[in-house]
C-alpha cells in the first residue's frame, strides 16, 4: 500500500467514526431520555411550553427527520442552546477552551518530558533501584484516581504547608488577566509582558498540570521502558556498540528514533485521557474551562451542554488518532507496505 | 476435570516465574487479602457501614474508630470494608458483560471475516473514539430522569455503563487472537476432519485465547472501579449513603481540610485495589507471553 492511499483508507475511516460518535450522541440526546422536550423546557414548564419546544426542535417528527435536521445543524456548527446560560453551546464551550488548552498543554509537556527521560532511564538501568523506583512511580500515576489525586494535593501542598496557591482558578482573585490575544494566560503574559501575571499564572498552573499529566506520564515512560528494552536488544544495536560508538549516542541516537514509533502512539491516545482527567482536574481547582462547563451543566441538568461537550472531544479524539496513525505511517514504512 | 502431566508442569513453571517477579507476588498476596476482606468484610467490620451514630460525629482517626468517623458518626473504616465487596462486584459484572458480548462480536469479526469483520470493527472503533469515562457519563446522563432521578440502581446502570465502553478491548483482543488461531495447523486439520465451525471455536480457539483474556480480565477489574469512582465525583455514579469508595470521597470533600479523614481513605482504598490489579496484570503479562518467557 502507497502511503497515499495508506492516507485515503484513514480518512474515510474517520469520516464513518465521526458519524457514528454523532448518532450515539444524537440517540443518546434525543432519543433515550422519557421527554426531551420537557427536559429543554424545564421540569415545572406548562403543556404548552413543552409543545412549543416539541414544535421548536422538531421533536414531533420522525426519527429520521430529526436526525437529519440535526446534523445539518451540527455541520453549521450549532450544537443547540444551554438550558443554563441560554447562549449557544458552541460558543460557551469556545469560549472555555483556553483554560483547558493551557493546562493540558502543560500537563503534556510535563507528561513528554518526564515520561521520555524516565522510560529510557528505567529501560537502560533494568532491575536496578531506579528502575524499580520510576515503575512504581508509573504504576502509581495509572491506579491513583485523578480528582482524589487533586484533593489530597490541595490538601498536603495548600493547607498544610501553603506552598501553593488556594485552588481559585487560574489566577489569584483580583487580578485581572492579561490582555485576550490567546487566551492562553502564560503566553498573554509574556506577549504583553506582564510579569505580575505571568508569576501568578505558573503558580496556579503547577499543581492541576501535575494532577493532570500524572497519569500520561506514567502511560509515556512504561511505553517508552518496553519499547526502549525491545529495541536495545536489536541486531543494530549491537553493531552500532561494537562500532566503538559511546553509549549515549547508541542510546540517544540509534535506539531512541525506533521507540519513539509506539511511543508516539501512546501521546496521542493520552489525548483522549486528558479529556477525561480535565473534568475532574478542573472540578477539583475550580477551573474555570470545560470540564467545569460540563460539570454545571450535569448538575443543571443541561443535555445540550453536555452532549457539546461529549461531541467535541468525541471529535478532537478521533482527530488527534488520525494524526498520531499517519504519523505512524510516515515512521513506520513496514505498517505503509505491510 | 482431569490435569493432564504437561499441564502441571506448566503450572508449575508459572507458580515458579510468579515467585520469582517481586512486584508480581506482591500484587498477588494484595489481591488476596482484597478478595478476603471482600468475602468476610461484613463479619470483620467493627460497625454497620450504614448506622448513624449522632454522638460520635467527626471523630479524628483514633482507637475506638481507627479511621475516624462522618458527619452522620458512621465509621469510615467499616464503610471502606463494605466499598470492597462494592467493587468486586462492579468489576466482576463489567468484566462478565464485556468478556462475553466483546468475545462473541470478535470471534465473528475474526472467524467470518468479510463484511462482517468490516460492520463489527467499525462500531467497536465508534465507541472507542469516546474516551472511557466521558461515554460512560453520557449514558448515565442519558438514562438519568431529569425529574424522577434514576429508576434503576445506579451502581447498576455504572455497571452497564462501564461494560458498554469496556466491549471493544475484548473485541479487538479476541478478534486477533482468533486470526491468529485460524491460521494454525491443528485448526486446518480439525476443520480437514470435519469439525463444525462451533466444535473450532469452543474446542480450539477459545482455549488458545485465555491467557491474554486473563491478563485484560485483570486490568478491567482495576480500571472498572476508578472509572465508577471518577463517575461519582462527577454526580452520575452511585449516589450515597452507598459506601462506593468514589461516592465516600465526595460525601467527605465538603469536609476538607479539617476533617481530612473521611475523603483521604477511601481514596488511598481506590489506590491499593487498582494498584494490586495492575501489579498482578503487569506480572501476568510478562509471564504468559511465550514470547517474553525465558
Redesign the interface.
Known sequence: MRMRDYALRRLL?VV??LL??SI??FV??YA???NPA??LAG?KASEETVRYYEEYYGLNLPVHQQYFRYMIRLLHGDMGESVRTTTSVSADLLRRLPATLELGLCAMMFAIVVGIFIGIYSATHRNKVSD?VS?IFA??G???????LG??L??IFY??FGWFPAPVGRLDIGLTPPGSITRLYVLDSILTGNLKTLGNSIYHLILPAFCLGWLQTALIMRMMRSSMLEVIRAEYIKTARAKGLSERVVIYKHALKNAMIPTTTVIGLSV??M??GA??TE?VFNWNGMGTY??NG??H?D?PA??G??LL??FI??LT?LIVDLLYGVLDPRIRYG | MRISESSKKEMRYTWHLIKQSKLTLIGLILVLVLVFIAIFGPLLAPYDPYETNYVETLNPPGWKHLLGTDIHGRDVLSRVMAGTRISFMLGIVVVGIALILGGILGILAGFFGGWRDEVIMRIMDIIMSFPDLVLAMAIMAAIRDPVEGYSLNPLVGCMVAIAVVTIPRYARLLRGETLRVKETSFVESARAVGCSNMRIVFTHILPNCLAPVMIQATMTLGSAVLTAAGLSFIGLGAQPPTPEWGAICVEGRNFLPDWWWISTFPGVAILIYVLSFNLLGDGLRDILDPRLRR
Open positions: 475511516l464513518v467514526v457514528g460518535v450515539i450522541t443518546l440526546m433515550v431520555p422519557i420537557r427536559m421540569e524499580h515503575r504504576l502509581t495509572i491506579s491513583v484516581p485523578v480528582f482524589w484533593l489530597m490541595i490538601l493547607s498544610r483522549g485521557y479529556f477525561a473534568i475532574m472540578a460540563l460539570i450535569i448538575n441538568m443535555y453536555i452532549m461537550f461529549v472531544t468525541a479524539y478521533a488518532n
